[in-house]
T-cell receptor, first 114, second 114 residues
Framework: DAGVTQSPTHLIKTRGQHVTLRCSPI?????VSWYQQVLGQGPQFIFQ???????GRGNFPDRFSARQFPNYSSELNVNALLLGDSALYLC?????????????FGPGTRLTVT | KNQVEQSPQSLIILEGKNCTLQ??????????LRWYKQDTGRGPVSLTI?????NTKSNGRYTATLDADTKQSSLHITASQLSDSASYIC?????????????FGRGTSLIVHP
């Protein structure tokens, strides 16, 4: 059974550009969460989506947005990229609300902004 | 502000030795406390999950303890192996209705030498 998949694996963008990151959850999982992990630090929560609705939003600017599709896959969009957006972006899926269910993380997308 | 502090920041031990990692948190009340293992460049993998009513949870050579009164948790690794070299992250999830924002620690970097 496939785990959480993310694409692309690596990405290089320049300041001011827009980026879209994609995540496919484990089959049967209805919740997807996004995290940003800057080198040397723990992940920071960006969004949680459950049953296609936003259930949580971390302390990130409006340049960050996300959505969940009917098949429960998800996209994270970041506009007007800044150098500080360079990080590993992690997606995690769970059967239900992650307060009660185990989370499974994908391998991440390494974003470099130059 | 909810905080999770981990210590030590880094640790070097010899293969076969035991070690204990610490996690202090201010999140209260909380739903659960989780320990993750994260290999370099990979997504975190869950080791243990404890609710506020539990005080110990084991997963093979990993044993987590929780003292809700002092708001401290520890992760004990027994008979360390080279493959234990990784970052260990403590995550505390608040107990609140509506949106949900987990708080991650910065992690303890463990290096196991032969």
């Amino acid at each position: 059974d496939a785990g959480v998949t993310q694409s692309p694996t690596h990405l290089i963008k320049t300041r001011g550009q827009h980026v879209t990151l994609r995540c496919s959850p484990i089959s049967g999982h209805k919740s997807v969460s996004w995290y940003q992990q800057v080198l040397g630090q723990g992940p920071q929560f960006i969004f949680q989506y459950y049953e296609k609705e936003e259930r949580g939003r971390g302390n990130f600017p409006d340049r960050f947005s996300a959505r969940q599709f009917p098949n429960y896959s998800s996209e994270l969009n970041v506009n007007a990229l800044l150098l500080g957006d360079s990080a590993l972006y992690l997606c995690a899926s769970s059967l239900g609300d992650q307060r009660s269910y185990e989370q499974y993380f994908g391998p991440g997308t390494r974003l470099t902004v130059t | 502000k909810n905080q999770v502090e981990q210590s030590p920041q880094s640790l070097i031990i010899l293969e076969g030795k035991n070690c204990t990692l610490q996690c202090n948190y201010t999140v209260s009340p909380f739903s659960n406390l989780r320990w993750y293992k994260q290999d370099t460049g990979r997504g975190p993998v869950s080791l243990t999950i404890m609710t506020f009513s539990e005080n110990t949870k084991s997963n093979g050579r990993y044993t987590a303890t929780l003292d809700a009164d002092t708001k401290q948790s520890s992760l004990h690794i027994t008979a360390s192996q080279l493959s234990d070299s990784a970052s260990y992250i403590c995550v505390v999830s608040p107990m609140q209705r509506g949106s949900y924002i987990p708080t991650f620690g910065r992690g303890t970097s463990l290096i196991v030498h032969p």
